[in-house]
């Protein structure tokens, strides 16, 4: 079979673009950190209440003794819960989310966390936000009529704040503690 020589350079230049587009676009995801979700972990959702790590009391945020922050929030309609949270900027925050009735999509502005909710799954980010302030956390799967109304907020404040604000807690748990002897 003949190929005429243009055409042969034409395959060339195309097979090298391709080439160098998928080059590009797995470089750029390696530098940046993107992957493909991999926290594949289900859940009961008609039984949320029931389960220890999301029930209502265990919602929101926790620092474990290693000092890592876990956040753990539920997303219904027409809301996420807890409504607000407070966490310390430059921190690593890993946000474990389920949803309690229909797909739900959660993005938080100005950060790299956007993923979505399905019934039946924990979804897992870990992100951090890079300065005090308030960040919204947003619904944007359509979820029905209330829609529009799904919302939450993130308080950022600065980390030596944080650390101050978790001592005072320490002390307050423990004068709760010696009073109830």
Same mark, same amino acid.
């Given at each position: 079979?003949?190929?005429? #020589?243009?055409?042969?350079?034409?395959?060339?230049?195309?097979? *090298? /673009? !391709?080439?160098?587009?998928?080059?590009?676009?797995?470089? !750029?995801?390696?530098?940046?950190?993107?992957?493909?979700?991999?926290?594949?972990?289900?859940? $009961?959702?008609?039984?949320?209440?029931?389960?220890?790590?999301?029930?209502?009391?265990?919602?929101?945020?926790?620092?474990? #003794? $290693?000092?890592?922050?876990?956040?753990?929030?539920?997303?219904?309609?027409?809301?996420?819960?807890?409504?607000?949270?407070?966490?310390?900027? $430059?921190?690593?925050?890993?946000?474990?989310?389920?949803?309690?009735?229909?797909?739900? *999509?959660?993005?938080? #502005? /100005? !950060?790299? /966390?956007? !993923? /979505?909710?399905?019934? *039946?799954?924990?979804?897992?980010?870990?992100?951090?936000?890079?300065? #005090?302030?308030?960040?919204?956390?947003?619904?944007?799967?359509?979820?029905?009529?209330?829609? =529009?109304?799904?919302?939450?907020?993130?308080?950022?404040?600065?980390?030596?704040?944080?650390?101050?604000?978790?001592? =005072?807690?320490?002390? +307050?748990?423990?004068?709760? =503690? =010696? *009073? +109830?002897?």
């Amino acid at each position: 079979m003949h190929i005429d #020589p243009l055409e042969k350079k034409w395959i060339v230049v195309s097979l *090298g /673009m !391709t080439g160098l587009f998928i080059g590009v676009i797995l470089i !750029t995801s390696f530098i940046h950190g993107i992957n493909a979700p991999s926290n594949v972990e289900t859940i $009961d959702s008609a039984r949320l209440h029931l389960n220890k790590e999301f029930a209502e009391d265990n919602l929101g945020v926790e620092q474990q #003794p $290693d000092g890592t922050i876990t956040v753990r929030m539920v997303a219904a309609r027409y809301g996420f819960f807890p409504r607000d949270i407070k966490v310390p900027a $430059d921190t690593k925050i890993k946000f474990r989310w389920v949803s309690f009735d229909v797909l739900h *999509g959660v993005h938080i #502005p /100005m !950060t790299n /966390m956007s !993923t /979505m909710i399905l019934p *039946g799954f924990v979804a897992q980010v870990t992100t951090a936000f890079p300065k #005090p302030g308030r960040y919204p956390v947003l619904c944007n799967e359509y979820c029905g009529r209330g829609h =529009d109304h799904m919302w939450s907020n993130i308080t950022v404040i600065a980390k030596q704040h944080w650390q101050k604000t978790q001592q =005072d807690l320490a002390v +307050d748990k423990s004068k709760g =503690d =010696d *009073g +109830d002897e």
